[in-house]
């Protein structure tokens, strides 16, 4: 229906605006909103009510955190609905978010990180770029999106940061590790002159094409790197960033700095990596105490 696309271009205008929130946001509230608008078929949007949702959930076979992602763009769309006094009432207000499970992130120790950061080969140019990406991921923390999506002037190797803008565009500068200053140096000089194309770009980390890096691209190098170093864990770019909050947990950062390196608005969100530790002392306990 017209009707139903157009509330939700109206939507997602105003979220941005008022939100600031990335794109990658945006598509999947709006694919999340036209998949539900195309089930509720001659329905609209703004007439269907709570009994709609949940039989809309429980005709997708979805995990809990799937349905629980949805269920907020669905609050989110429908608060906007309400403020626009566009409905009466809000057919999320009764609805409760389904218990979750909490999933510990793929964990690898700084052995494996080691050992997944020397495979690029630093003789050649993807290389020598390859190996500066990693090595950022992991000093950093990075979001993949933050790290494929960084320009030019964000980084200051002679200052020793880089500043990076994060969800909601919240800007957060953070220090970087002397290794990673010193394989950026390189791939500035000897790399990514020769990948820009047709003259200057403020893209920093370049594909053969002379553009950014695209998710799927970086996913697919990471993955080859891991395969190569004999790492048989599912791993992702979202990896490294795990990896660097926990082994900072483990080697005594305080939380609350965790969290704003991090870009976390919630400290919530950071205690997982507490839990990773705890499970890993578990693991060597039982491993190596003789009552283990």
Known sequence: MEHNRQLIEQFLDYYWLSSGASQNTLSAY???????????????????NDIHILEYFKSRQISASTQARILTC?????QYLSSQALIKINPTDKLHHPKQVQKLPVFLSINEVGKLLDMPNQKTIFGMRDRAMLELLYSCGLRVS????????Q????????RILGKGNKERLLPMGELA???????????RPFLTKK???????????????????FFYIIKSYAQKAGINKPLSPHSLRHAF??????????LRSVQLMLGHSDIATTQIYTHIQNVQLKLQHSK?????
């Open 30 to 48: 709006r694919s999340d909103l036209m998949l539900y608008a195309k089930w509720l078929d001659k329905i609209p949007l703004d007439s269907a």
């Open 74 to 78: 669905f609050r989110i769309f429908y």
């Open 146 to 153: 933050e790290l494929i999506n960084l320009e030019y002037q």
């Open 155 to 162: 980084i200051n190797i002679n200052d020793e940061y880089i």
């Open 181 to 191: 200053m010193e394989y950026l140096s390189q791939y500035e000089k000897d790399a």
């Open 199 to 217: 003259g200057q770009t403020n893209g920093y980390f370049l594909s053969n094409r002379g553009s950014n890096m695209s998710r799927q691209n």
């Open 245 to 254: 909050a926990t082994h900072l947990v483990q080697q005594g950062a305080d």
């Open 288 to 292: 190596h105490h003789p009552r283990g």
